[in-house]
């Protein structure tokens, strides 16, 4: 073989990219970009609703009984000292304490733990925490998912308007 012939052999010269060419090019990827972009947008509708909490509105039109029934609690004078801190793994330990407005303590309380998960649906559940002594209530209540949880104790009694305290707490 030649030194001619392997010098055109070796060598290819390469393909031009041509006016018509490179609008395809140009124009197929704006295509694709666009179709992800839609694809994105159409699952993003569709599978969140946005919605955090079911008739918004309408407990937006109930929020000065909310109001009132903050006063209420305010007006009852109790003196609660409450914790939730995550207690180990899967596990939170609940502690409160309550007192009168004569500091006496209350050992006649019926108090719930109600556990909310604000990023899954279906994980909610409710935990009593029995009267340990002088007023105080405590529980270590297994969770079934690792994570940040809300907790809102519930403290009634004889039917009264429920004391009510709220707590986030991540669980590892």
């Avoid at 309408?58 to 006063?71: D, M, P, W």
Wanted: no cysteine; charged share 20%; glycine share 6%.
């Amino acid at each position: 073989m030649s030194q001619s012939q392997m010098q055109t052999q070796d060598f290819a010269p390469s393909p031009l990219l041509t006016g018509r060419k490179f609008l395809l090019w140009l124009l197929g990827s704006f295509f694709v970009v666009a179709a992800v972009n839609g694809l994105m947008v159409y699952y993003a509708v569709h599978t969140f609703s946005g919605e955090i909490e079911s008739h918004s509105y309408a407990n937006g039109l109930t929020f000065n009984r909310t109001l009132e029934a903050i006063a209420a609690q305010r007006d009852m004078g109790w003196q609660v000292d409450g914790q939730v801190t995550a207690a180990g793994r899967g596990t939170v330990a609940v502690k409160a304490t309550y007192r009168d407005r004569t500091n006496h303590s209350l050992t006649d309380l019926r108090v719930v733990a109600h556990f909310t998960r604000l990023t899954n649906e279906g994980e909610d559940f409710d935990a009593p925490v029995p009267h340990q002594d002088n007023g105080s209530y405590a529980a270590d209540i297994p969770v079934p998912a690792l994570g940040q949880w809300q907790v809102r104790l519930s403290a009634e009694r004889d039917r009264e308007r429920p004391y009510l305290l709220d707590y986030r707490v991540f669980v590892k």
